[in-house]
């Protein structure tokens, strides 16, 4: 199955990206980058460095800047002004693909199909399947790290920051009917790594886990401050590690998912409908709960290997 990578970097975008190539289970035909954490400059120029520091042969392709109808939103505040923890790595030696994100993905999917990982906001998907017709059916699955299970919202008190950074967007890739793996962010709250973690990334020495470990100490400080101890929450980490192994996804809930774009309170919630007394068909599989050592493993394996 090929696969393409959605993406924001962004910190644990970062580790899932990391982990996705280095498992060497799935084909990668390129990672695209989009607006969310912190401007689009900065999360294709992360998603270079971090192609690079692993031997340099994913393609990435520039996407979109900006959200559909709303003002940008970025996290800078949890990845740091240039998305990878205010680390100075060197500039990427190589460049961004000339194709744009949003035709890549349609092209793509013109030769085979195609499965998406995506780790941000949904803008690149939801313009790839307004422009090109049908394309919804040769996509063959969305495993993505968005939206909330329980309404515990991260950047409202309703709402997750991949959903919020462009609910229009996330409206039209739950609507369309591509099957969607969602993992949701209070199952990530769940599967936070502890200090024995940290410990074990910090002792990493290959190039992109020494990277990986400086970008983390800003996260972890964060997550500090926001959680009271010190964890690593690693979000995206999780939607790769579905993608790569879906035995990682040990409890999950199909439902029907819309994404509320009104809403004075609510804009970008998912709402769950578990009942489907209307008479519609579950669209998404809610990863309720993942196995944290499984997914541990998979991360070191990936920062660890040559
Ligand atoms: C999501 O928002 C971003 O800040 C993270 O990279 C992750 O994709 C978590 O809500
Ligand atoms: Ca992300």
Same mark, same amino acid.
């Given at each position: 199955m090929k696969w393409i990578i959605d993406t924001d970097p962004g910190i644990d975008d970062a580790s899932a990206i990391i982990t996705a190539v280095n498992s060497g289970a799935l084909d990668i035909l390129g990672i695209t980058s989009v607006h969310g954490n912190v401007g689009l400059n900065h999360t294709t120029r992360n998603a270079l460095k971090l192609v690079e520091l692993m031997g340099g042969d994913v393609p990435v392709y520039q996407g979109t800047s900006?959200?559909?109808?709303q003002q940008r939103e970025h996290a800078a505040e949890y990845h740091g002004e240039n998305g990878f923890g205010n680390t100075s790595l060197p500039e990427p030696g190589i460049a961004p693909q000339d194709q744009y994100a949003v035709d890549f993905i349609i092209e793509s999917t013109k030769k085979q199909e195609v499965s998406l990982l995506t780790l941000g906001p949904l803008t690149n998907v939801a313009l790839a399947i307004a422009k090109e017709r049908e394309l919804e059916k040769r996509i063959k699955q969305i495993v993505m790290m968005a939206g909330t299970s329980r309404a515990r919202?991260? *950047?409202?008190?309703?709402?997750e920051f991949n959903i919020f950074a462009d609910p229009e967007a996330a409206a039209v890739v739950f609507e369309s009917g591509i099957p969607i793996i969602m993992v949701p962010w209070e199952t990530c709250l769940d599967t936070v790594f502890g200090s024995e973690v940290i410990v074990r990334i910090r002792r990493s020495s290959t190039e992109v886990g020494k990277a990986f470990a400086q970008a983390m100490e800003y996260s972890v400080g964060r997550t500090k401050a926001y959680l009271g101890s010190e964890v690593l929450l690693l979000c995206d980490l999780l939607a790769a590690c579905a993608a790569i192994d879906? *035995?990682?996804?040990?409890q999950q809930l199909n439902a029907k998912v819309t994404v509320e774009t009104?809403?004075?309170?609510?804009?970008?919630l998912t709402v769950i409908d578990e009942?489907?007394?209307?008479g519609s068909k579950p669209n998404a599989s809610i990863?309720?709960?993942?196995d944290r050592a499984k997914i541990e493993n998979m991360f070191l394996d990936a920062i660890n290997a040559k």
């Open positions: 900006r959200p559909i109808l919202g991260n *950047t409202s008190p309703l709402a879906p *035995t990682v996804i040990t009104g809403g004075r309170f609510s804009r970008g009942r489907m007394d209307d990863a309720l709960a993942c």
